[in-house]
C-alpha cells in the first residue's frame, strides 16, 4: 500500500459498497448519531428505561453482527489466528452492541414522544 | 448555556447546528496535487491494472495532454480474483467488468492492440493500421500465456471431465476450473500442483490453489482420500527464503507433499499423466486432478520491438526498465507498469499499485524538465491464503526483505482471520479505488 490516507480509505469504503450504498450508510449512521443526541438534548436526562431496553439489545447486535461478518465473508471462529483478530472480532461486536442499541434508544423515544415523568 | 440548549431543543435549531458542523468539517479537506498543462502526446498500451490506472491519473494531472490508449479487450479482469475463482469462492462475474468503465473522459480509446512498436521512430502500429505518434510512450500490456508450450495440453479440456485446472486463463477458465476441483475434492485421487519456470504473475498463486485445494478436501471430509503434491519449479517453493521455510512448514503440517526443480513439460489427458523435466532427467506421474500454470512471457509484438532485454530473461522479453524509475533504459520517453517490467520482482497488482505514482512522478518530471524523486523498491505483495478463512500478508521488496503494510498490527507470516477479511472485502475495492487513480 501506498499511502493510507482518509481519501484512500473512503475510496475502498465506496467500492465495497458502491458509491450510493456506502454514503447512504454513513448518513444513516450519522442520522441515527444525531437523533439520539437530539433525543438526550430534548429530554434533558437520559430515561433509563429505554435505556435498560437498549441494553438489553446490546447482546444482540454483538452477536448479530459478528454473524453477519463471518457470514458474508465466508469465515467462522476457527479462523480467529492472532490477536489482531480477536481485536477486531472485539471491534465488530462493539460496533454492532452500540448501534443497535443507539437504534433501539432512538426508535423508543422518538415513537413513544418526550418523557415528562418516570415510572 | 441555556440559551444554546434552547437553540439545540428545537428541531430547527439542532438541524442547522449540525449542518454547520458538517460543513466546517468537509471544508477541510485535502489539496488536490497540482495540475500541470503540457502538449505532450501519450500512448499507454494496455488498458488493465496498469493502464486504466495511469490513464486515469495522467488525466486528472496533466491539462491539454493528448492520451491514447490501446487495448482491444472490451472486459476488464480482476486477476487477484481468479484464485477465488477457481475454488468456488466466488461466481466468474467477481472477476469481470468492461474496460470502458474504468477509462477517463476526454482520452481516445482505440479498440485494437498494437502491431508494432518502433521506439526509435516513437510510433506505434496498431492492428487495424492506425498509426500513433507519441511523444512519451507508457508500455503496460501484460504478459502472455504460453499454453502451447505445454504439450498435449489445450484450453478446451479445462473442466470436470478431464480433471483439469487452468485458473490463470480467463475466469470463465477459473470457473471450470472449480468444477474440476470440486469433484476432485470429493471424489479423491492424486492432485498435481505446481508452476513454469519462468517469471509469473503472482509466484503465490499456484500454492494458494494447493493450499485451499487441500482445505476444501478437508472441510468435505474426503483428506484421506486425497493427495496433494505440489511441483516447485526452484530448490524452493518461494524465492523470498523466509517465505518458503513458512510455506514448507505448512505443507509439512498439511501433510502436503512438494518436489524441487520439477517443471511441467507435458500432459496426457487420456491415460491422465504429467511429464516433468528434473535435473534426473523426464519423470511422468499420473495424476486426477492437475492444475496447469503455464510458461510466461511478453507479447511478441514487444519482443519484436527492441524495448526487451537483450542478455536477460531472453527467452520471455520483459522490457528492459530501470529498476527504481521504470523509464526504459535505452528510450528516456518510455516507462513501463506492470507485469511487462523486466525487473527482479513484482508481477502482482499491489506492485502495479507501486508502479504507478513512480512513472507519473518520472514522466511528469521530464515534461517539466526536471529529475523525479519517487524510486521503485520491488514492493510485492501477496496475501498468500492457506485455507477458507485465513490468509498470510506476504510482503517483501528486492532485498528479500519483509515489508509489512501494517507493521505491529498485522504480522507478516502469521496465518489470520483479518488477512483474509482484506482478501475477501477490501481487496478488490482498493484495486478498483487504484484504477480510478485515488489509491
Same mark, same amino acid.
Given at each position: ?51 435498560? /431496553? ?55 423515544? /422518538? ?9 | ?27 477541510? $479537506? +485535502?489539496?488536490?496535487?497540482? %495540475? ?35 487495448? $482491444? ?9 481468479? %484464485? ?56 503496460? %500490456? ?49 492432485? +498435481? ?27 468435505? $471430509? ?52 504429467? &511429464?516433468? =523435466? &528434473? ?62 517490467? $523486466?525487473?527482479?520482482?513484482?508481477? %502482482? ?23 523525479? &524523486? ?5 514492493? &510485492?505483495?501477496?496475501?498468500?491464503? =492457506? ?15 519483509? =515489508? ?25 475495492? =482498493? ?9
Amino acid at each position: 500500500m501506498e499511502e493510507m490516507t482518509l481519501g484512500t480509505l473512503i475510496a475502498v469504503f465506496e467500492e465495497m459498497f458502491g458509491r450510493v450504498l456506502w454514503w447512504a450508510l454513513v448518513a444513516a449512521a450519522v442520522v441515527v448519531t444525531l437523533a439520539w443526541l437530539y433525543v438526550l438534548i430534548r429530554d434533558r436526562r437520559v430515561s433509563w428505561r429505554k435505556f435498560l /431496553l437498549a441494553q438489553l439489545s446490546m447482546p444482540v447486535g454483538a452477536v448479530g453482527a459478528v454473524w453477519f461478518v463471518m457470514w458474508i465473508t465466508n469465515s467462522g471462529m476457527r479462523d480467529i489466528g492472532g490477536p489482531i483478530d480477536w481485536i477486531v472480532l472485539l471491534g465488530v461486536a462493539v460496533a454492532g452492541a452500540i448501534g443497535l442499541a443507539m437504534l433501539v434508544y432512538v426508535a423508543q423515544s /422518538l415513537l413513544r414522544g418526550r418523557v415528562t415523568s418516570e415510572t | 448555556m441555556t440559551d444554546l440548549s434552547k437553540i439545540a431543543a428545537s428541531r430547527r435549531g439542532f438541524l442547522a447546528l449540525a449542518a454547520g458542523s458538517a460543513a466546517l468539517a468537509a471544508g477541510s $479537506g +485535502m489539496a488536490p496535487a497540482q %495540475t500541470v498543462r503540457t502538449g505532450a502526446r501519450i500512448v499507454i498500451l494496455g488498458a488493465g491494472a496498469g493502464g486504466a490506472a495511469i490513464a486515469n491519473r495522467l488525466s486528472e494531472r496533466l491539462s491539454g495532454a493528448s492520451i491514447t490508449i490501446v487495448d $482491444g479487450r472490451a472486459e476488464h479482469y480482476y486477476q487477484p480474483g481468479f %484464485t477465488l475463482v477457481a475454488t468456488g469462492l466466488k461466481p466468474a462475474r467477481y472477476a469481470t467488468s468492461s474496460t470502458g468503465e474504468w477509462l477517463p473522459r476526454g482520452i481516445n480509446w482505440v479498440r485494437e492492440y498494437a502491431a508494432e512498436i518502433d521506439p526509435e521512430a516513437n510510433r506505434v502500429t496498431t492492428t487495424g493500421g492506425q498509426r500513433l505518434d507519441y511523444d512519451f510512450l507508457i508500455v503496460a %500490456t501484460g504478459l502472455t500465456l504460453d499454453w502451447d508450450a505445454i504439450e498435449g495440453f489445450s484450453l478446451d479440456l479445462v473442466g470436470a471431465q478431464h480433471g483439469i485446472s487452468a485458473h490463470y486463463a480467463s475466469p470463465e477458465h477459473a470457473a471450470r476450473s472449480w468444477q474440476a476441483l470440486d469433484a476432485f475434492t470429493s471424489r479423491g485421487g492424486i492432485g +498435481m500442483f505446481g508452476r513454469p519456470a519462468t517469471e509469473m504473475k503472482c509466484a503465490g498463486a499456484p500454492v494458494k490453489l494447493c493450499l485451499l485445494a487441500e482445505d476444501i478436501a478437508t472441510t468435505k $471430509g474426503n483428506r484421506d482420500r486425497c493427495q496433494f503434491v505440489y511441483n516447485a519449479q526452484a530448490p524452493n517453493l518461494f524465492g523470498v527464503p523466509v517465505i518458503h521455510h513458512r510455506v514448507r512448514q505448512i505443507m509439512d503440517e498439511r501433510d502436503i507433499s512438494y518436489r524441487y526443480q520439477h517443471v511441467l513439460k507435458a500432459i496426457d489427458p487420456g491415460a491422465k499423466t504429467a &511429464t516433468y =523435466t &528434473t535435473p534426473d532427467g523426464d519423470k511422468t506421474d499420473r495424476w486426477d486432478f492437475i492444475n496447469v500454470v503455464p510458461p510466461q512471457r511478453a507479447p511478441q509484438v514487444i519482443r519484436d520491438s527492441g524495448l526487451s532485454w537483450a542478455d536477460r530473461w531472453t527467452d520471455q522479453g520483459w522490457i528492459e526498465v530501470d529498476m527504481h524509475t521504470l523509464r526504459h533504459a535505452r528510450y528516456a520517453n518510455v516507462f513501463g507498469i506492470g507485469d511487462i517490467n $523486466g525487473v527482479p520482482k513484482g508481477k %502482482t497488482a499491489a506492485s502495479v499499485k507501486w508502479h504507478l505514482p513512480v512513472v507519473e512522478d518520472h514522466l511528469i518530471a521530464q515534461i517539466q524538465g526536471r529529475e523525479g &524523486t519517487r524510486s521503485f523498491n520491488g514492493y &510485492t505483495s501477496c496475501p498468500l491464503i =492457506t485455507r477458507v478463512g485465513r490468509a498470510m500478508l506476504v510482503e517483501f521488496d528486492y532485498k528479500d526483505n519483509l =515489508t509489512p503494510s501494517f507493521p505491529g498490527i498485522i504480522a507478516p507470516l502469521e496465518e489470520l482471520w483479518i488477512s483474509w477479511l482484506m482478501k475477501e472485502v477490501a481487496l478488490k475495492a =482498493t484495486y478498483n479505488a487504484m484504477l480510478r487513480g485515488r489509491a
